[in-house]
């Protein structure tokens, strides 16, 4: 095995340091599809490197990720055996992991790990016209609002997705406000090499079927693509009203993906 990165996950710049494995893989990373059937491991080893620590060979590389509420394990390789033996220097035997992969790499955690849930998502890849997207009210976040995006999840009971204790540390995020309350709200979850995922996309109950989802989420969408880079989402199969706001705005189910959790053995 190369090494074993622990890198510190105190550094004041934890989000833009990337890890000695990121500059091996530049070349796999140049090409988008792969890029996107990784998405998590990419980020492991680029923007998160900082809060993960990182086992790899040049057949198997396993990166963990201590920035959510269950350890995330993200893998790039073939071999069950590997995955599992690398997972042991990353977490102890009967340790809890979620993973979210691709239809290949899930056959892999199957018979690396003991399986508990399987939820499987759709990828979805923005492919419309930047000209047709509409931002109408919607505004940018800034550090600020982190309480008001925070009241507005709460009050949906819905779980903010965030990888540092900032409100847009990974990215833009746009809202719309009525008389001085956040009701709707979209983010960026993840920046990768040459792409975007965003998500966090709330609306307040009573303000739906205004177009405020679709406004906040063309927004945040129009900020990445003047920056040249793809926008992608994950969204729950079975969660019909999202897989329809997305179709609406131009994207495209590019592949399914699950989202796993395992115990180590």
């Known amino acids: 095995?190369?090494?074993?990165?622990?890198?510190?996950?105190?550094?004041?710049?934890?989000?833009?340091?990337?890890?000695?494995?990121?500059?091996?893989?530049?070349?796999?990373?140049?090409?988008?599809d792969w890029t996107l059937a990784h998405f998590t491991f990419v980020a492991n080893v680029t923007t998160l490197a900082a809060g993960c620590d990182i086992a790899h060979s040049p057949t198997m590389s396993v990166a963990s990720c201590r920035a959510l509420p269950t350890l995330g394990l993200a893998f790039a390789g073939e071999s069950s055996d590997?995955?599992?033996?690398?997972?042991?220097?990353?977490?102890?035997?009967?340790?809890?992991?979620?993973?979210?992969?691709?239809?290949?790499?899930?056959?892999?955690?199957?018979?690396?790990?003991?399986?508990?849930?399987?939820e499987p998502n759709w990828q979805m890849l923005y492919r419309g016209a930047p000209g047709d997207l509409?931002?109408?009210?919607?505004?940018?976040?800034?550090?600020?609002?982190?309480?008001?995006?925070?009241?507005?999840?709460?009050?949906?009971?819905?779980?903010?997705?965030?990888?540092?204790?900032?409100?847009?540390?990974?990215?833009?995020?746009?809202?719309?406000?009525?008389?001085?309350?956040?009701?709707?709200?979209?983010?960026t979850t993840l920046v990768l090499p040459g792409a975007a995922q965003i998500g966090n996309i709330v609306t307040c109950s009573e303000y739906r079927r205004h177009g405020y989802a679709s406004a906040v989420t063309a927004a945040v969408l129009k900020d990445h693509l003047a920056q040249g880079r793809s926008v992608f989402v994950v969204v729950d199969q079975a969660n019909s009203a999202a897989i329809a706001l997305f179709d609406h705005l131009g994207f495209t189910r590019e592949r399914p993906m699950y989202a796993m959790r395992c115990v180590l053995r």
């Not at 779980?159 to 709707?184: H, M, N, T």
């Open 1 to 32: 095995m190369g090494f074993l990165d622990a890198a510190n996950a105190n550094s004041s710049s934890s989000l833009d340091r990337p890890s000695p494995l990121a500059s091996q893989i530049e070349s796999q990373m140049r090409d988008l």
């Open 82 to 118: 590997l995955l599992a033996t690398y997972a042991t220097f990353l977490a102890a035997s009967g340790s809890a992991v979620s993973l979210f992969v691709s239809e290949e790499q899930r056959q892999v955690v199957e018979s690396a790990f003991d399986v508990e849930s399987v």
């Open 134 to 187: 509409d931002a109408g009210a919607a505004v940018e976040l800034v550090g600020n609002d982190l309480s008001a995006a925070q009241s507005l999840a709460r009050a949906e009971r819905f779980e903010l997705i965030c990888f540092s204790d900032q409100l847009v540390g990974q990215g833009p995020g746009y809202g719309i406000w009525e008389r001085g309350k956040l009701v709707a709200m979209g983010m």
